[in-house]
């Protein structure tokens, strides 16, 4: 199973490592980290790269689609959102995280289905036909979009669970020891304080 996770200027790093570090123990799974071009590719903050180690043209038809979002994702470049849908045209599963999802709407792919983003994006997703919800992680048909950066996670992990089932993906879980204790439960604009929100929402 071919796990392509597309990479370009200004991803958020958690939205990829996340769904890495939970989807490449599957059994047989190849990662393969995939931009315009191979190299290396910075992240939103610049500070962090990732190395792109196939182009586009390398990996036409991988078994699943994992998307990173990041502050401003590049919804404009036409070569990313060809490659998304001709990726999808074969791929098994279709998967993005945090703003992710408005690549895959921007290639058309979310059209009439339920989906999720950053809380901040959920609006943008009605731009490209997708009914937005503020779920955490979103299963419609072989399309799988998480919310903001750390859903992520969660996302790779409930997939683990479809392809290899529970018991597999429990042992991802415990293996990583991903059993989350926030300092604070801020961690959604439901349940943060109303002056956090108003302040990050106007930053944005």
Known sequence: ????????????????????????PLPDAEIVFVAERPGPVRDDLGTLTLPATASFADVPAPGIVVVPGGPEPDVGNA??????????ATSVWTV??????????AAGL??????????LALDQLRT???????????????????????????MGLSLAGRLAGDAFAQGVQLMIEYDP??????????????????KFSQAR
């Open 110 to 119: 979310l059209q009439g289905r339920r989906a999720t983003s950053h809380w």
């Open 79 to 88: 070569r990313l959102l060809e490659w998304l849908r001709a990726a999808d």
């Open 181 to 198: 204790e926030p300092p604070y439960d801020a961690g959604s604009p439901h349940k943060a304080p109303a002056e956090v929100v108003r």
């Open 128 to 154: 490209y036909g997708a009914e937005p919800t503020g779920e955490r992680v979103v299963f419609d048909e072989k399309y799988v979009t998480a919310a903001g950066v750390s859903a992520g996670i969660d």
């Open 1 to 24: 199973m071919q796990i392509a996770i597309l990479l370009y200027e200004g991803f958020t790093a958690l939205d990829a490592i996340g769904p890495y570090q939970t989807l490449s």
């Open 96 to 105: 993005s995280v945090c703003t992710g999802s408005l690549l895959l709407g």
